[in-house]
């Protein structure tokens, strides 16, 4: 069987700095109520990407068995001088959330961020998320506690800074974007760096064999065909 997992959007602490390992702390919980006892089979994209490999890595340093875990174009963890949007203002991020939504859809998705920043928080959220709910982005039930514990949760996401406290013992399934988005986020030159190396910098985190398979589209698009069914096909060999 295969499952979804995400934190419960009906609060709005997320662990701040240490939200990784937190995620990892929830999710083996619900791991192991289903199955107590490995193999595992892991998979996360983007920030997923680092909650599955802390999951992956605790379940082996526990003596745990993981068959697989596969990271899909999630940079490696490091901790920048500056946390990612540490300067941004509430319309910024929210802007950014609409961004990486419409993304998903193939569509430009507003209000802007002028138009955002015009309004009361409260106001410009509930526009987020009338915006997104059109689109099909987001459940339709979901209330607003949800949506700003949601909020919550992208914004502690992407301001992590997590470190691993060691490395991976095994081989990691690297599925790698072929190109970049004129919307990603633009890399600090320590991210650059690591993102010139094939496997984006995980090499540092990795004691075993690393496989890089390169994936048609960009970060978020890799997600529809035609680099879904590639991944599908490289995870079922």
Known sequence: AVYGLQPSYRRTDYGGADVVTRWADEFLEGVRAVQPAGPYR???HSFGGLVAFEMARRVREAGGQVELLALLDAGAPYRPAQPFGADWEEADWLRALLVLAGRVVELELGPSREALAA??????????LASMR??????PEIDDVEALGFFHAFRTAAGNSYLPAGPYRGRVVFFRATSSHPQDFEPDEEQRA???NPAMGWERWV?????VVPIPGDHVSILRPPGSLRIA????K
Not at 119 to 128: K, P
Request: glycine share 10%.
């Open 42 to 44: 892991f998979l996360g």
């Open 233 to 236: 096909e490289a995870l079922a």
């Open 119 to 128: 309004l009361r928080v409260d106001e410009a959220r509930r526009r987020v």
């Open 134 to 139: 059109e689109h099909g982005l987001v459940p």
């Open 207 to 211: 004691d075993g064999p690393i496989d």
């Open 194 to 196: 690591m993102f010139r």
